[in-house]
């Protein structure tokens, strides 16, 4: 696997958008060659070797790229974007849309993410040691399609609408969430280690949802099943099984109808 | 004003009978001229390509209050197609619901001069014009929707034709109109009582009127006021498996009515998105829905005062918008996407939903058969119009691809092979059956020549004829090339496009915004007292605007208008 690492120069004056930093676009090109791609600052374009010192050269092929930031990107978003194989290191925090749309490979961030990471992904692994903003592993604003397939880790807390409109894929949060959890979930599996607060799996199809802690006001849509001993993420328990949202349509196939599972810890 | 040669082309021309001849094309001082006329010409070498007047769009939903809710509604609809501005072009972005300078352009690489915005509800007349005048190069005009406005059943339930022509040539005037837009007939009305109608003999809660005798009393209206178009309608039970009927119920109310128009048009009846109307069966099913194209066309063809459009799926991601409220209210309830629906206080409603039509699925691809099967059965391709209904059955810029398998065999089995379900539409539609291909010859009447004429613009528009607009486009395309795929590229991407005389496109980049005008028609009547007392009367009681604020003045919102004038005094 070959290495190319990015280092901070300077801190953008406004936040400055790095679609292009994905083992995708780096394929292949030398250190001059991702140096002279494209980044965005408000309605300006600049050259990404304007922002970073570039080192080391990409391979052949998107798989066996390796990117590494190293410093304070914490003004910068959309890095990993639509990316499909590889690997991206972040080594500090960043801004929004990190990992978003992603289709394969793995994308780690040490540090704390803003809002929208993991957005409409597809596939591979978004792994955030850190704090989560709101809208993570949701859908793009307007869409239907969500996240739908994949796996976002996040060790410590995550903000609201997590998982919005999922369709696939995994969501672990180490620590709390916010509100909105999984609003018009249709499939997937959100793991929530902490407490939630409220407005859980508000207008859900289908799909899990399992919360460790608290939930500080349960969806009056949901009912309780029954108590059931599982494995959840490695940590079996016994969990409160509850069926809804009973106020969406509920679509019946092959005689079973179809409910958003939500699964509370004792 | 430049003058323009356009030498060595195939020439498709169905009103001067040029059948892919090589033919010289001169424009003058913004008309078409013989070619003989043009002294100081810029030479445009057309060899081996295909020459045709601009074309002329019967049926699009592209300036109005659906538009924006749908804009506003989905904002995904623009994500990742974004294009920053660049020499003259404007910024543009969206795929189903793009920004009004998008449609500009799609229409002018389409090569596409007129355009007529299919149903603009009065009320929001203004903001129609607004969309309208920021829509850049092609000329339109749209048609204000009368079939469930409390008016228009006043009148008509007492059948009082001659109040009703006062009233909608009023409404021209006032909204700057086109002509008689009819949209699921009393169904609209009955939706804001949380009702449809299901067939032409339904009840409309509370004004006690028919659909059939809403048709037919603006079948009358519109003859009575002697209008450029004739009544222009999308008939009850759109979409529904075994509708057809309700269809041909609908055609057979034209059955006696006579053109009265100057304008040159045959029909006293247009109806829009066949497609959609011509289903058989009672449900979605494979084991039920069939297609009744043959059926529906059959009948067509025997008239000689009906006219219509095609409305073919292209199996997108599209955005559904239509005043055909509860089909909306139906179509969200399907596929549990985000559903937008409007009252517009006594003239008529809304609804705008998402809709994909996928190809894994039995029902798209038998739509898409449908829409097709209906233009190879036209035996008058003066009579059957080239649309997507867009954005409804598919976005605009899908044109090219519709003329591709209209025009390709192979191309139509292409779908057909590839799609999951192919063998059960090729079972209960016709498509399989059908191994015509339209002729561009054809192609030409079915998207200008047969248009213009229908709209009673055929003394400006769809034809190279001297006198007519300098209107032409030269398609990249060779009638002897046996790609399919060549099709789809050339009639989307035009390497000429002259409009009003004026380049728009030069060897296959935009370069002019062009003159765009907004027609309408000011029809004069008869001082009608009754009529006049009657708005005045509804203004004050019912409607949430002045009179002051709701009519469009041609100053300040048309900026470059073109007014057709119609005398229906007597």
Redesign the interface.
Known sequence: MSTVTLTPTQVPELYLEADNITPDHFAGKSAEEIAALNVYMGNATYKLGDYFDVEGEAAETAEETKIVVKGDVSRVKYIGMKMSAGEVIVESPADMYMGAWMLGGKMTVNGDVDAFAGLGMTGGELTINGNAGDYLGAAYRGDWRGMQGGTIRVSGDAGSDIGTFMRGGTIIVGGNVDVHVGTHQEGGTIIVKGDAKTRVGGQMVKGEIYVFGDIEVMMPGFQQREDVEIEVDGESGSFALFEGDMGERHPTRKGVTTFGKLYMKY | MAEYLIKNGYVYDPILGINGDKHDVAIKDGKMVDASAVKNAKVIDANGMTVMAGGVDIHAHIAGPKLNIGRN?????K?FNAKPGQGIKHMVAGHSVPTTFKFGYIYANMGYGFAMEAAMPPLYARHTHEEIRDTPIIDEAALPVFGNNWFVLEYLKNHEIENTAAYIAWILRATKGFGIKNVNPGGTEAWAWGMNCSSIHDNVPYFDITPAEIVTGLIEANEYLGLPHSMHVHGNQLGEPGNYKTTLETLALAKGYKPNSKFGRDQVLHQTHLQFHSYGGDSYSSKSFESKSKEVADYINKQDNITFDLGVVTLDDTTTMTADGPFEQHLSHMN???WANTDVELETAAGVV?FQYRKNTFIAVAQWAVGLELALYAKDPMKCFLTTDAPNAGPLWRYPRVIKWLMSEQARNEVLDDAKYGEKVRDRCYIGELDREISLYELAAMTRAGTAKALGLGNMFGSLRPGMEGDVVVYPYSPESENPEDIEYAFGNAKYFIKGGEMIINDGEIVSNGNKRTFWVDCKVNENAQVQHDIEEKFKRYYTVGLNNYDVNEKTFLPNPHRIEVDATQ
């Open positions: 509604f989905r904002p995904e609809d994500l549990h996407l985000k998402p």
